[in-house]
């Protein structure tokens, strides 16, 4: 079973993005298995959903876990932003897909974010303002 971070949102959504934040920054870093990774150039990642019970973190975690590229592309809704908004929900499994997409970036991959539709309310931090 999935743990569940409790969190509730205050329908500010800037005030709550930024409690998510601190929460994500203070969690212990997640381990990374020792296992050979398959090298590419470029890797490509759209329309995660992290914050539904629908995304497959799991299966995304397994991937991060094997692969490594030069440049990440996160290509729109990473994060579901309007399903948040609704209703929280956040389990570890969608935190760890964040600590190992910035472990990636603290490594030396290049990590291009660009923001859909349902994470738009990030478009601010993404620098394509």
Avoid at 26 to 54: A, C, F, K, N
Avoid at 69 to 91: A, C, N, Q
Wanted: glycine share 8%; with cysteine.
């Amino acid at each position: 079973m999935n743990a569940v971070t409790t969190f509730s949102p205050s329908g500010n959504m800037g005030a709550d993005i930024a409690d998510i934040a601190d929460f994500i920054h203070s969690r212990p870093s997640v381990p990374e298995p020792i296992v050979d990774r398959r090298q590419y150039r470029t890797i490509w990642i759209s329309d995660v959903h992290l914050g539904t019970r629908g995304c497959n973190a799991g299966m995304l975690n397994d991937f991060l876990d094997h692969v490594d590229s030069e440049t990440m592309y996160l290509v729109g809704d990473m994060i579901d932003g309007w399903r948040l908004k609704k209703k929280f929900y956040w389990p570890d499994a969608h935190n760890d897909v964040l600590w190992r997409l910035l472990k990636r970036a603290k490594r030396g991959t290049r990590v291009v974010y660009i923001p859909g539709n349902h994470d738009e309310v990030f478009r601010q931090y993404s620098g394509l303002d």
